[in-house]
């Protein structure tokens, strides 16, 4: 019995921790770039921790299945995109109840679900791909501008992807975290926010900021996060699990979570392949205690986030913008990927990427929305175009 528990428990241990390393600095950085303090991001930080590690428990024991949970990282990559759109954090913080009503509303109402899915997927990846494209520019600008600093972590990062590439990321946080001791020496430890806490912030519900913070959120957590999750389950040969309580549960706690400085919690995609792999277990059945043993390491790694944000905090931005970069590589791949898959929807696609890579802000209103827009007029347009007019090869 026991050696039947111990590996889905260290399956579990591995995603958790994989998870956490892989993405904190990204959600540190996107909830500061929306006017969080550095009190408020580690309670943020907290509250999603607590968030996914719940869901993962009670819903994986619920429904017998390996139902991993967690932050919604490109959502964190949309906030620092978004720092031109708001400073003050009770706004975002509105437009993060939205995106997590949207998400239970989602979970009650199946049209808005398949709404969303009909987005066409090279306008999503493309929305995407420029959301990550500025971010993943930054480990080239941390190597020339801070060499001594950057390079030994882009250096790790590319040993540890070749050997061992599940530990690229948290290797490359780890000397990340020695490169800001020596630097900074024990100062930053001197005020470290060790204590756990959390910090309620009261909503602002401002229009302009839930329609660009809010609403490409939402799109982001759904099509980048939500959608996968359902196929990476499917992939490893698991009945569909019921959308409604999972998406009405999920929306329900990021909503709450919002109000302690979270910004979204969902169904996990890479690490739900840790624990819903056969590494977590031959039987199949048994797979569902990894997800419920990442769920309660979740828990406890949560009660690091003062620590880890205050990490952040003592780290030259630019330094964790360069972490953060190598974090989303793949997640960047993958959106170029699904841009292009498409030969006929190639250009909207590219149009689309082009203005939210801009970091335009028209009205107050942030590229994500304005790119998924002009992109969709464009394809809309293009696609009028050739059923009216007999297509032409340019050679």
Known sequence: MRAGLLQPIAAGLVGSITGFASSFAIVIAGLRSVGATEQQAAS?????????????????????????????????ALLVAAQATTGEFAAAVGAFIVCGALIAVTGLWPALGRAITRIPRPLAGAMLAGILFPICLAPVTASVQEPLLALPIVLVWLLLYRLAPRWAVPGAIVVTAVVVGLSAGAGWLSGAVVVPQLTFVAPVFDPVVIVSLGLPLFVVTMAGQNVPGFAVLSTFGYPAPPPGPILVSSGLLSAGGALFGGHAVNLAAITAAIMAGPDAHPDRNRRWIAAVAGGAFYLLIGLGAG????????????????????????????????????????????????????????????????????GGIVMGWLGWRRRGVPQRTLT
């Open 44 to 76: 943020g930080l907290l509250i999603l921790c607590l968030s996914q590690g719940v869901l993962a428990i009670v819903l994986s024991w619920r429904f017998r299945l390996p139902l991993s949970f967690a932050w919604s990282t490109p959502g964190a």
């Open 307 to 374: 620590l880890a944000t205050s990490l952040v905090a003592a780290s030259p931005p630019i330094l964790i913008a360069a972490v953060a970069g190598l974090a989303l590589l793949g997640a960047l791949v993958t959106a170029v990927t699904t841009t292009l898959e498409e030969a006929d929807h190639r250009v909207p696609a590219i149009i689309t990427f082009l203005v939210v890579a801009s970091g335009i802000t028209i009205s107050g209103i942030g590229s994500a929305f304005w790119g998924l827009l002009v």
